[in-house]
């Protein structure tokens, strides 16, 4: 996409995490993802959101950004999350997994 897979793994995709995208409560994981964070004060550039796979924005109540720090452990803690139950995951007959485990 663009340059911005330039050097990336084979298969990985790119993840923006900024304002506006789909929400993270609903977002599938890629196997292979690449997490793209800006500063708390500016974001991403407009052109970084766009040459990215996926646009997925954070969960708040009382902030409009989170500091870096935050905002990737918050990333990678649905990730694992999610891989620990089952969400979003293929199963055999093709069918997306819902988290619940059945």
């Not at 997925?56 to 452990?73: D, Q």
């Not at 694992?80 to 997306?96: C, D, I, P, S, V």
Request: glycine share 16%.
């Amino acid at each position: 996409r663009g340059g911005m897979g330039y050097g990336c793994p084979r298969g990985s995709q790119l993840v923006a995490i900024e304002m506006g995208g789909e929400p993270l409560e609903t977002f599938v994981h890629p196997e292979r993802a690449i997490y793209i964070l800006g500063s708390e004060d500016t974001g991403l550039a407009d052109s970084i959101v766009q040459a990215a796979h996926h646009h997925v924005a954070l969960p708040s109540v009382r902030y409009e950004s989170y500091n870096v720090a935050m905002a990737g452990s918050i990333v990678l803690y649905d990730r694992l999350a999610k891989q620990a139950t089952g969400y979003g995951r293929r199963e055999k007959n093709g069918k997306k997994g819902t988290g619940s485990g059945h």
